[in-house]
C-alpha cells in the first residue's frame, strides 16, 4: 500500500476487515472486524456480543484503566488494550472507522500493530471527501509526574512527530530513544515493534492470573537477573512450552529483536496510540521521557482540554501584509468621517455582508503615546475601541443605501482588555455582526488580535446617522 496519502483529508477503509486472537489479559479469543466509517466518525469500538451492541467512542474521557493497557468503559460496557488498534490506525492514515468486537479486549496477535498495519495495507485506505481539521499548538504543553520521573511534551510544529526515551536501569535495555519523524514511516519503523515487560512483573501478572492469553511470542521478556530451573520450569509450564531458555542478552526464549532499541519503539507506539484518544489530529513534535499508558492518557486529557479551550475562543483572521488590501487608506477616508490623528484603521484586508477585518499597524510615533504612559507606552483601551467600531462602521456603511453616514457609539458591553498592545504590534480589528442592522441601529461583537493573541473584545451598539 502507498502511505503517502494525503494528510489534509480524511480517510477511511476501503473495505472491512476482520482477525482474529486472543486477549492479553483475559486469554478469551475475540474477533475484530474493522468496517468503513463516514467522515467525522473518528474510532469507536462496538461490543458486539452485549446486549444493544453498545458503541464506545474512542475518548481519553472515557478511559477507565491503565493497568498494563489502555481500557475504556462508556455505561457499563469496556472496551481493552486499545492502543495497539489505534496506533496502526493513526500511522496508516485512516481518520474513521467502526471497530467491532466480539468480547471485551482487542487480540494481542503478536503485541505489535503489524498485524493491523499490515491487514490495512492489504485492503486500503480510501481518500473521503472532506477536510482534515489540524490543531496546531500556540505554546509548550508540559505534563510531568515525579514520583514515576515522567516528562511528557508538545512542542509547536508543522507536523506530528515523536520522539522517546527509556530508562529502566536496565543492565539488559540500557537507556533507549526512538524517533518518529513522519507518521508515514510508522508501517515499517514502529508498528513491528513489540510490546515489552521485564520477568518480575511477568511472575506477578502470573501470580495474579492477569495474563491467561500471554504467549512467549507475543511480548519480550526482559530477564534482569539470573534464572533458577525452577522459575525456567514453571515459565514453560505457564506458556505450555517443553523448555524455557534465556539468552546471553537477557531475554526470555532466545528472542531476537526486531529493532536495537525495540522496546523504546513499542513506547513510541504506545504514545501513537494513547494520544489517538485526543480525539483530534494534533501538529505538534512529542518529546516523552519514560513514558506508560497512565502518563500518556493524562497528557492526551490536557491536550484535550486546551484544543477545547481554544475551539471556545474567536480564531485570528489570517493575514497576509503581500495582498492588496480592499481598502487603502485613501478609501477608508473616503468612506469614514475621521482623518489623522484620529483615523486609526490602515487598510482593510476582509470584507463580507456579515463581517470585516481591518488592520492598525501601532507605531512608536502616535501621537497619544506623547502623555499616555511616557517611557511605557501602550495603547488606550478605549482607543482600541474606537478602532474596532471605525472598522465596524465601514462595514455597516456598506450594507447601507449609498450615501455618506456618520456612527455614533450607543453602548459598549462586555469589554476586555486581555493583552497590552504596544508599539510594533499589528492589530488585527474583526467586527462581525450579531444581528441585522435595523433603522440605523447595528450590534457587533468586535476583536482585537495581535498576532493569533486575543487583546481587546467587546460588544458595540452603534447608530448609523446620513448625513445631510
Given at each position: 500500500?502507498?502511505?503517502?496519502?494525503?494528510?489534509?483529508?480524511?480517510?477511511?477503509?476501503?473495505?472491512?476487515?476482520?482477525?482474529?486472537?486472543?486477549?492479553?489479559?483475559?486469554?478469551?479469543?475475540?474477533?475484530?472486524?474493522?468496517?468503513?466509517?463516514?467522515?467525522?466518525?473518528?474510532?469507536?469500538?462496538?461490543?458486539?456480543?452485549?446486549?444493544?451492541?453498545?458503541?464506545?467512542?474512542?475518548?481519553?474521557?472515557?478511559?477507565?484503566?491503565?493497568?498494563?493497557?489502555?481500557?475504556?468503559?462508556?455505561?457499563?460496557?469496556?472496551?481493552?488494550?486499545?492502543?495497539?488498534?489505534?496506533?496502526?490506525?493513526?500511522?496508516?492514515?485512516?481518520?474513521?472507522?467502526?471497530?467491532?468486537?466480539?468480547?471485551?479486549?482487542?487480540?494481542?496477535?503478536?503485541?505489535?500493530?503489524?498485524?493491523?498495519?499490515?491487514?490495512?495495507?492489504?485492503?486500503?485506505?480510501?481518500?473521503?471527501?472532506?477536510?482534515?481539521?489540524?490543531?496546531?499548538?500556540?505554546?509548550?504543553?508540559?505534563?510531568?509526574?515525579?514520583?514515576?520521573?515522567?516528562?511528557?511534551?508538545?512542542?509547536?510544529?508543522?507536523?506530528y512527530k515523536i520522539t522517546?526515551?527509556?530508562?529502566?536501569?536496565?543492565?539488559?535495555?540500557?537507556?533507549?530513544?526512538?524517533?518518529?519523524?513522519?507518521?508515514?514511516?510508522?508501517?515499517?519503523?514502529?508498528?513491528?515493534?513489540?510490546?515489552?515487560?521485564?520477568?518480575?512483573?511477568?511472575?506477578?501478572?502470573?501470580?495474579?492470573?492477569?495474563?491467561?492469553?500471554?504467549?512467549?511470542?507475543?511480548?519480550?521478556?526482559?530477564?534482569?537477573?539470573?534464572?533458577?530451573?525452577?522459575?525456567?520450569?514453571?515459565?514453560?509450564?505457564?506458556?505450555?512450552?517443553?523448555?524455557?531458555?534465556?539468552?546471553?542478552?537477557?531475554?526470555?526464549?532466545?528472542?531476537?529483536?526486531?529493532?536495537?532499541?525495540?522496546?523504546?519503539?513499542?513506547?513510541?507506539?504506545?504514545?501513537?496510540?494513547?494520544?489517538?484518544?485526543?480525539?483530534?489530529?494534533?501538529?505538534?513534535?512529542?518529546?516523552?521521557?519514560?513514558?506508560?499508558?497512565?502518563?500518556?492518557?493524562?497528557?492526551?486529557?490536557?491536550?484535550?482540554?486546551?484544543?477545547?479551550?481554544?475551539?471556545?475562543?474567536?480564531?485570528?483572521?489570517?493575514?497576509?501584509?503581500?495582498?492588496?488590501?480592499?481598502?487603502?487608506?485613501?478609501?477608508?477616508?473616503?468612506?469614514?468621517?475621521?482623518?489623522?490623528?484620529?483615523?486609526?484603521?490602515?487598510?482593510?484586508?476582509?470584507?463580507?455582508?456579515?463581517?470585516?477585518?481591518?488592520?492598525?499597524?501601532?507605531?512608536?510615533?502616535?501621537?497619544?503615546?506623547?502623555?499616555?504612559?511616557?517611557g511605557n507606552p501602550i495603547?488606550?483601551?478605549?482607543?482600541?475601541?474606537?478602532?474596532?467600531?471605525?472598522?465596524?462602521?465601514?462595514?455597516?456603511?456598506?450594507?447601507?443605501?449609498?450615501?455618506?453616514?456618520?456612527?455614533?457609539?450607543?453602548?459598549?458591553?462586555?469589554?476586555?482588555?486581555?493583552?497590552?498592545?504596544?508599539?510594533?504590534?499589528?492589530?488585527?480589528?474583526?467586527?462581525?455582526?450579531?444581528?441585522?442592522?435595523?433603522?440605523?441601529?447595528?450590534?457587533?461583537?468586535?476583536?482585537?488580535?495581535?498576532?493569533?493573541?486575543?487583546?481587546?473584545?467587546?460588544?458595540?451598539?452603534?447608530?448609523?446617522?446620513?448625513?445631510?
Amino acid at each position: 500500500m502507498d502511505i503517502n496519502f494525503n494528510v489534509d483529508k480524511q480517510h477511511t477503509l476501503v473495505s472491512p476487515i476482520s482477525i482474529s486472537g486472543t486477549g492479553l489479559h483475559t486469554g478469551e479469543l475475540v474477533s475484530m472486524i474493522l468496517k468503513p466509517a463516514e467522515p467525522g466518525t473518528g474510532f469507536r469500538f462496538q461490543r458486539t456480543d452485549l446486549p444493544g451492541t453498545p458503541v464506545i467512542k474512542a475518548d481519553c474521557d472515557l478511559v477507565t484503566s491503565t493497568d498494563r493497557g489502555t481500557t475504556l468503559e462508556d455505561k457499563g460496557a469496556k472496551v481493552s488494550t486499545v492502543e495497539h488498534i489505534l496506533a496502526a490506525l493513526v500511522g496508516m492514515g485512516v481518520d474513521n472507522v467502526l471497530i467491532e468486537l466480539d468480547g471485551q479486549e482487542v487480540p494481542i496477535i503478536d503485541g505489535s500493530s503489524q498485524p493491523f498495519t499490515d491487514l490495512i495495507a492489504q485492503t486500503g485506505v480510501a481518500e473521503q471527501d472532506a477536510a482534515k481539521v489540524w490543531y496546531t499548538l500556540d505554546d509548550n504543553i508540559s505534563f510531568t509526574d515525579e514520583n514515576k520521573r515522567v516528562e511528557i511534551m508538545a512542542l509547536p510544529s508543522s507536523s506530528y512527530k515523536i520522539t522517546t526515551l527509556i530508562d529502566f536501569n536496565s543492565p539488559v535495555l540500557g537507556t533507549q530513544h526512538a524517533d518518529l519523524k513522519n507518521i508515514m514511516d510508522f508501517q515499517t519503523e514502529i508498528a513491528p515493534c513489540r510490546t515489552f515487560c521485564f520477568l518480575h512483573e511477568l511472575e506477578m501478572l502470573l501470580d495474579n492470573d492477569l495474563i491467561k492469553g500471554g504467549d512467549i511470542n507475543n511480548a519480550i521478556v526482559v530477564v534482569d537477573r539470573p534464572v533458577t530451573a525452577e522459575e525456567k520450569d514453571r515459565l514453560a509450564k505457564a506458556f505450555g512450552r517443553d523448555n524455557i531458555e534465556v539468552k546471553s542478552e537477557g531475554y526470555l526464549n532466545n528472542l531476537e529483536l526486531r529493532f536495537p532499541n525495540e522496546p523504546a519503539r513499542h513506547k513510541l507506539l504506545d504514545i501513537v496510540g494513547d494520544l489517538a484518544l485526543i480525539g483530534y489530529p494534533v501538529k505538534a513534535q512529542i518529546i516523552a521521557s519514560r513514558p506508560g499508558h497512565n502518563a500518556n492518557v493524562a497528557f492526551a486529557k490536557k491536550i484535550k482540554q486546551i484544543i477545547r479551550q481554544k475551539s471556545k475562543t474567536v480564531q485570528a483572521p489570517a493575514y497576509d501584509p503581500n495582498r492588496p488590501p480592499l481598502y487603502n487608506a485613501q478609501q477608508i477616508e473616503a468612506t469614514l468621517p475621521h482623518r489623522y490623528p484620529f483615523l486609526l484603521v490602515d487598510k482593510i484586508i476582509e470584507l463580507t455582508d456579515k463581517h470585516i477585518t481591518g488592520i492598525k499597524n501601532v507605531t512608536f510615533n502616535e501621537p497619544f503615546f506623547v502623555g499616555h504612559f511616557p517611557g511605557n507606552p501602550i495603547m488606550p483601551g478605549v482607543l482600541q475601541i474606537e478602532a474596532l467600531a471605525q472598522t465596524g462602521g465601514i462595514l455597516a456603511i456598506n450594507a447601507l443605501p449609498q450615501g455618506k453616514y456618520d456612527t455614533y457609539f450607543l453602548k459598549i458591553d462586555n469589554c476586555k482588555f486581555k493583552k497590552m498592545v504596544v508599539p510594533g504590534d499589528t492589530m488585527i480589528l474583526r467586527m462581525e455582526l450579531t444581528s441585522p442592522i435595523r433603522r440605523g441601529i447595528c450590534e457587533m461583537n468586535g476583536t482585537v488580535f495581535v498576532g493569533n493573541k486575543v487583546c481587546t473584545e467587546a460588544t458595540l451598539t452603534a447608530q448609523l446617522v446620513k448625513q445631510q
